[in-house]
């Protein structure tokens, strides 16, 4: 049972405030996990002076951080993996109770997830190697060289907390960097419950800073710090423009995580037992609140009617209701207000005359009683959509799902491709030259092709277009969190 005090506790990694119980006002919060035995939280936020103070902070330990050996950094951080491991499930009902997914997602995702973050960046920075050429003629060796470069900005959205947090903190400790970190205002809970581990690992006061609150305040206070050189940012478009601008009269370097509007193209020799299986999870997994999930599906005219039918059936075999039932595969969305965001799209495929086969407006939800006023959605499938509608070019993040056929190769590359975002896209066919073929002219930064979500935290990580800007994991995340320089030798 997770009661946190009042006020902060001592604690070395200056963990601004501590999450305080009475402090969630939204008390329909509650319908979403009313079975969860854990207590509702949500951290204070903190204030322009905690900020700068957090940056202070990280600002001193710099210093000594960066001059640890990579190996002595790794064994902090594997220590602090060990810890979040060991209370796996504490972590993962928390983090259910304050996101709203289920507490398996959680506990099979979110957490597992998190643990591996820190265990895999502990190990990446062992094995990195730098660039060294020879210059016979002018009897010089060059070589480079990369440096941390000083208090990185981290800031993450909601729907993966812990998760998309640690993302970001493992490369940047791990390169030698210090940092303030700040989760979604949302959902603060499991990062608070992290700091309670840091000093217990052996993390050094002021390695890892973690201030709370809105977007706004903290977040812009933290962005627009002149002492800040670089800034991670997981989360909205829209927010990453406001980012831009804060950061552009200090020339920051920046790494953008942003939306998407990925398309599954399922080719007539697809495999469409597994094709349709998958594609469910890809479109509603976490409640369709994941920037990789599945938006738009194109598939080929000959299988469409095949296709759509089993895949309405699989949509309402996705069963949705209370967040701590094993037998559930979504929970509820995160607020009221992004609830009534998705339900508005399902709202405009009926004005605009497309059809909704399942889901909102068509099945009816079953949960107890008392938790009948949640912010639970059922997986909803539409047609009819045209490829202008706001349903079929604007982020829905939620469990909403648009079908359509297509006739050739070109015109559905050119239809998935028609979209302001470029972040992930998934290809279902035998043939392997279409797939390389296809796969190559589709503007993603990331392209499944008879699978989804399948990471290997070691390759590039990122969007195109309006869904990003830079590349994150291994090497990638490393190049972001150093500073490179080339040294020349005359001998
Ligand atoms: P958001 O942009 O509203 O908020 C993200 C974070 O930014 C929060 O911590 C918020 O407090 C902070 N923030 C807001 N305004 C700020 C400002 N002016 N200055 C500094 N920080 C500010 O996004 P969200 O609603 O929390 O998350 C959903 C979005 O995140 C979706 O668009 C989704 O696609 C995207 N996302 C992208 C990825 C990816 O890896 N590409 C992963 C997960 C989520």
């Known amino acids: 049972m997770l009661r946190p005090p009042r006020h902060a506790p001592h604690h070395p990694q200056r963990m601004q405030n501590s999450p305080s119980s009475d402090c969630d006002s939204e008390s329909s919060r509650d319908n ?42 790794a064994q902090v951080m594997n220590r602090l993996a060990d810890l979040i491991e060991a209370r796996l499930e504490e972590f993962a009902r928390a983090e259910s109770k304050d996101q709203g997914k289920t507490v398996t997602f959680a506990r099979t995702v979110d957490i597992p ?14 094995h990195h190697t730098t660039d060294c050429s020879q210059m016979e003629p002018a009897g010089c060796l060059n070589y480079t060289i990369r440096c941390p470069v000083g208090v990185a900005a981290l800031i993450s959205p909601w729907n993966l907390p812990l998760y998309l947090l640690t993302w970001k903190i493992a490369p940047a400790i791990a ?20 700091c309670r581990l840091m000093n217990e690992a052996g993390l050094p006061p002021g390695v890892v800073n973690v201030v709370f609150g809105s977007g706004m305040r903290a977040g812009d206070a933290l962005v ?15 927010t990453a423009r406001v980012i831009a601008e804060r950061s552009a009269p200090y020339c920051k370097r920046l790494s953008l995580e942003l939306g998407g509007k990925n398309p599954a193209i399922v080719f007539a020799d697809a495999d469409l037992e597994r094709c349709v299986a998958t594609t469910v999870r890809s479109s509603f997994s976490n409640q369709g609140e994941i920037c990789l999930c599945t938006s738009r599906v194109f598939v080929e005219r000959s299988v469409y009617p095949e296709f759509l039918r089993r895949f309405v059936a699989a949509a309402r075999q996705w069963k949705t209701g209370v967040p701590s039932d094993p037998a559930n595969s979504n929970g509820a969305l995160v607020s009221r207000e992004h609830l009534e965001k998705v339900r508005s799209f399902v709202k405009l495929a009926w004005e605009e005359g ?32 045209t490829d202008s509608s706001r349903l079929m070019q604007e982020e829905i993040f939620g469990p909403v799902v648009c079908v359509a056929p297509f006739d050739l190769e070109e015109e559905v590359i050119l239809r998935a491709n028609g979209v302001r975002y470029g972040l992930a896209a998934t290809v279902w066919s035998r043939d392997v030259g279409r797939v390389h073929r296809v796969a190559k002219q589709l503007q993603a930064g990331l392209v499944w092709t008879n699978c989804w979500l ?38």
């Open 32 to 73: 979403r996990m009313m079975s969860s035995a854990l207590h509702i939280t949500r951290p204070e936020a903190s204030d322009w002076l905690q900020v700068e103070e957090a940056v202070q902070a990280a600002r001193d330990a710099f210093p000594a951080w960066a001059s640890r050996s990579p190996a002595d950094r």
């Open 113 to 126: 997830r998190s643990v591996h973050n820190l265990r895999f960046f502990a190990s990446s920075a062992l």
């Open 175 to 194: 390169a030698g960097n210090t940092v303030v970190a700040k989760p979604s205002e949302l959902t603060s809970v499991t990062a608070w419950m992290m």
């Open 224 to 238: 627009s710090h002149p002492d800040v050189p670089l800034v991670s940012f997981t989360g909205s478009t829209a």
């Open 354 to 385: 497309a059809q909704v086969h399942c889901g909102e407006g068509v099945d009816k939800l079953e949960v107890p009683e008392q938790n009948a006023g949640g912010y639970y959605m059922l997986p909803t499938v539409v047609t009819g959509a």
């Open 454 to 491: 399948v990471r290997d935290l070691n390759l590039p990580f990122g969007g195109m277009k309006n869904s990003g800007v830079g590349r994150e994991g291994g090497k990638d995340s490393h190049h972001f969190f150093t500073e490179v320089k080339t040294v020349t030798i005359k001998h």
